[in-house]
């Protein structure tokens, strides 16, 4: 297949608490804690999990807003886990990000023009001039009509202003981009036609996607692959058949079976979680599930299951399963 | 209809409210040609005149005189320029500091510890005693007077400037506009900036009011305008001594300093609603 376009490997952020009083040090969250997979181009890889385990977080260390506490990532082939100043700004060309809430992300007192205008001369793309010239084309590319251009977000219905926020984020013609809960909050009529056009801009611009969704349903439709997070720590990952029809690991099949997925094939009996996500400020030895996992075994309690192969396109977390260990490119 | 009628009522007030401001500003403009008298033309033989409508009144003064005699309609006139003066260079100075230190404050962690230090320092004066201090270590006057109640009316704008700015700082269109690669200068003053005009509007009007009413009280301690120059605010302190015999003296300023602080804050209603794209729209 086509080459890596992203790798990441161990990759790490903690966020520190502090006291109240002195702002000491006390702790640290462990948002994303030691997560490992790779991205080919053109390839759409769906994030999933609860709220909380980390997947904003990992989203948002990719995209170099969190500075890594540690692990790597390489962007086509080149280290940009220190990337700083220039470099970084002109890094960030290429990996973009659509938001969960259209309403919060788009600037209530722009115009949409300037909106999508600005990323392409900012960077010195092209003049100012150029760059409005650009508009009417991507407002099409989206769906929207060129004369929308002067209108500002509050016009446009949850929908429309999603569109608005892809025509940004498609400005640049990125490589990558992270969709963080991108048609979450819109009705699920219109999730479709959201999801229709990021796929369809996939295959005309040769896209990859960091598709980050706790809905397993709209991860499925989008996505080539699906890596499943809990408590910081990438769980399974798999082709996105392997994983609906034949998950591994115990949390990915509680998750499966408690969702309404349409065509779930393999009957299996609805597994409840019991208790509740542990605190990731303070995350259970051994596994992190083992505090809800109904196979938990004596070893799960101290001993973290290594990141294994089981087959070709399926890697799992978990004490159940032997395989080949992974050295940080799981794919 | 109810929203018909609310944005009726609603225009209906701001045209009011705008139609006496433009009658004080002509009023204060044209002061030579309403009235005859100049404000500080005493008239021993006519002193505590009522108003020509009470038992004793003249229309010679219709709005009556204080106890020195000068005409009560002559020191309105005047005294309105100063007092408007007052309140708007006021507003400038404090918005235009409180609203930069605000942005700074906000969005720079580091500019920020000190910042609201200094604003903490401050708020723990009384800020009659701030103003006593300057006033006593500069002198008194017009200008020095604007300076004094602005750099006391800073801190709150900067405190309603910085966590609207801390707020927005971290919503989705910033760290969008961030990812897009968008400089921090254009971040500050072409993202947020016009995300926090409204709410400087509306505190800039109350800042207009308070100013005008400041100034009366440093005025009567001594430390403001002198007492030559007519304002509203010395006008209202001079009359309190007089309030049971003569109660015209303090009345009339205290009529119009209401009248104009009512007219400046609806006023900035609206025009805070105005300049909501939101509300623009309908
Ligand atoms: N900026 C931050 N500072 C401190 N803690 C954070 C921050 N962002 C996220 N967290 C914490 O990290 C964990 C993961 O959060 P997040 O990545 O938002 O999860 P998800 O997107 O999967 O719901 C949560 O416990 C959250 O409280
Ligand atoms: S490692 Fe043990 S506790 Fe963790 S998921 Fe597997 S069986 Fe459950
Ligand atoms: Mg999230």
């Known amino acids: ?331 | 209809m109810r929203k018909a009628i609310k944005r009726h009522m609603g225009s209906a007030v701001a045209w009011g409210a705008l139609g006496i401001l433009v009658v004080f500003a002509v009023c204060s403009l044209l002061a030579p040609v309403l009235t005859p008298y100049e404000a500080n033309a005493q008239d021993i033989m006519n002193r505590l005149v009522p108003p020509a409508w009470c038992a004793g009144g003249s229309l010679e003064h219709l709005l009556g005189t204080d106890e020195l005699g000068r005409d009560m309609l002559a020191r309105l006139l005047y005294g309105s320029r100063s007092s408007i003066l007052v309140g708007v260079l006021t507003a400038m100075l404090s918005g235009g500091l409180g609203v930069t230190l605000g942005l700074l404050s906000g969005y720079f962690p580091k500019a920020d510890a000190v910042i609201m230090r200094i604003a903490d320092i401050q708020l723990a004066f009384p800020s009659m005693l701030l103003a006593l201090a300057i006033v006593a270590v500069l002198g008194g006057g017009f200008f020095k007077l604007v300076m004094v109640l602005g750099i006391t009316g800073w801190v709150s704008f900067s405190r309603v400037i910085r966590s609207e700015v801390l707020s927005i700082r971290t919503s989705d269109y910033i760290l969008a506009a961030q990812t897009v690669g968008v400089g921090q200068a254009r971040i500050l003053f072409r993202h947020i900036l016009p995300n926090i005009i409204a709410p400087a509007v509306t505190i800039s009007t109350f800042q207009i009011a308070t100013a005008i009413i400041s100034e009366s009280s440093l005025s009567f301690l001594g430390l403001g305008i002198p007492p030559t120059t007519p304002t509203w605010g010395n006008m209202l302190h001079a009359g309190q001594l007089y309030m049971d015999s003569a109660w015209w003296i303090s009345l009339f300023p205290g009529i119009c300093i209401m009248l104009i602080v009512l007219s400046i804050n609806l006023l900035g209603d609206v025009l805070r609603d105005y300049m909501d794209p939101k509300t623009r729209q309908n």
Not at chain 1, 36 to 51: A, M, R
Not at chain 1, 72 to 83: A, C, K, M, Q, S
Not at chain 1, 103 to 109: E, G, I, Q, T, V
């Open chain 1, 1 to 331: 297949m086509s080459e890596a376009l992203l790798e990441v490997k161990q990759l790490k952020k903690y966020f520190p608490i502090r006291s109240q009083l002195l702002k000491r040090e006390v702790g640290a969250v462990k948002a994303v804690d030691g997560v490992t997979f790779s991205l080919n181009t053109g390839e759409t890889i769906g994030i999933v999990g609860e709220s909380g385990c980390g997947k904003s977080t990992l989203g948002r260390v990719l995209m170099k807003v969190y500075e890594p506490t540690g692990g790597e990532i390489y962007f086509g082939g080149r280290d940009i886990t220190r990337l700083r100043g220039a470099e970084l700004k002109e890094h960030r060309k290429q990996i973009q990000m659509i938001f969960q809430d259209p309403y919060a992300s788009l600037n209530p007192k722009m115009r949409v023009r300037d909106i999508v205008a600005e990323p392409l001369w900012v960077n010195r793309m092209m003049s100012k001039e150029e760059a409005y010239g650009q508009v009417d084309s991507l407002l099409t590319t989206v769906g929207l009509r060129p004369t929308d251009a002067p209108k500002f977000p509050h016009q446009f219905s949850g929908g429309q202003r999603q569109r608005v926020g892809i025509a940004r984020a498609i400005a640049m013609s990125p490589r990558l981009i992270v969709a963080d809960e991108a048609v979450s909050a819109l009705d699920v009529s219109v999730q479709a036609q959201i999801l229709n056009l990021m796929m369809e801009l996939k295959a005309a611009n040769h896209l990859s996607y960091l598709f980050i969704s706790h809905n397993l349903a709209v991860v499925k439709h989008i996505s080539d692959k699906v890596g499943v997070m809990y408590l910081g720590n990438m769980m399974e990952i798999a082709e996105k058949n392997l994983l609906y029809h034949d998950a591994k690991h115990p949390y990915t099949q509680a998750l499966l079976s408690a969702a309404p997925v349409a065509d779930r094939t393999h009957k299996s009996q609805r597994i409840v979680l019991k208790g509740d996500v542990p605190n990731p400020a303070n995350p259970p030895e051994g596994c992190p599930f083992h505090t809800r996992c109904a196979q938990c075994k004596n070893i799960c309690k101290v001993e973290k299951p290594a990141f294994v192969k089981v087959a070709d396109m399926h890697y799992v977390a978990c004490h159940l399963y032997g395989g080949e260990q992974v050295q940080g490119n799981a794919s």
